[in-house]
Antibody, heavy 126, light 107 residues
Framework: QVTLKESGPGMLQPSKTLSLTCSFS??????????VSWIRQPSGKSLEWLAA???????YYNPSLKSRLTVSKDTSNTQVFLKITSVDIADTATYYC??????????????????WGQGVMVTVSS | DIQMTQSPTSLAASVGESVTITCLAS??????LVWYQQKPGKSPQLLIY???ILEDGIPSRFSGSGSDTQYSLKINSLQPEDFASYYC?????????FGAGTKLELK
């Protein structure tokens, strides 16, 4: 049974660094092909993909936020972390981690998020 | 980045009706289109990937179609539990991008 769960500070002040943890079970990030992503959603708005890390330790970032993001994983491959520096009010959102899967089709690979955590709400406020 | 334009933004329908939501990609995504359902206070749930492939456990009243840049999600015979928000996602390449969402409401 695959589960993911996010944890974070709940609230922090502008200009601080946000640190989030995704703890998961039911799969290992050391397995070839496994990828865990971070996605966020401001209240009442759509979803924004932030970053990902794969089984090989390769990291991927949304170019729009790349300078502020750092994704990493622990050596046991059961946790993934995300740091966002210099937060401001616009970073207020629910943050999700999700497992990415890839299925090969005739025209190429289809990437999708098959399991999501429950999300952690983060408020940036002074 | 690939832009995903989803329509309509909101939609009112009755139980038993059929509805269609569309998603237009700014470039050819070669069928790598994903649909999610999200209920208030919950995380998104995967419905369809590869434009047409129904995720295990998803009712067959959900179906996806499309190719190149144009894609659709059809829900037949709406059930009370289907009233939720729906999002499309570019699954071709990073940065993965999502449509703005469609809120399906009970008429």
């Amino acid at each position: 049974q695959v589960t993911l769960k996010e944890s974070g500070p709940g609230m922090l002040q502008p200009s601080k660094t946000l640190s989030l943890t995704c703890s998961f079970s039911g799969f290992s990030l050391s397995t070839s092909g496994m990828v865990v992503s971070w996605i966020r959603q401001p209240s009442g708005k759509s979803l924004e993909w932030l970053a990902a890390i794969d089984w090989d330790g390769d990291k991927y970032y949304n170019p729009s936020l790349k300078s502020r993001l750092t994704v990493s994983k622990d050596t046991s491959n059961t946790q993934v972390f995300l740091k966002i520096t210099s937060v401001d009010i616009a970073d207020t959102a629910t943050y999700y981690c999700a497992r990415r899967r890839t299925t090969m089709g005739i025209t190429g690979g289809f990437d999708y998020f098959d399991y999501w955590g429950q999300g952690v709400m983060v408020t940036v406020s002074s | 980045d690939i832009q995903m334009t989803q329509s309509p933004t909101s939609l009112a329908a009755s139980v038993g009706e059929s509805v269609t939501i569309t998603c237009l990609a700014s470039e050819d995504i070669y069928g790598s289109l994903v649909w999610y359902q999200q209920k208030p206070g919950k995380s998104p749930q995967l419905l369809i990937y590869g434009a047409t492939i129904l995720e295990d456990g998803i009712p067959s009243r959900f179906s996806g179609s499309g190719s190149d840049t144009q894609y659709s999600l059809k829900i037949n015979s709406l059930q009370p539990e289907d009233f939720a928000s729906y999002y499309c996602q570019n699954g071709l390449s990073t940065p993965y991008t999502f449509g703005a969402g469609t809120k399906l409401e009970l008429k």
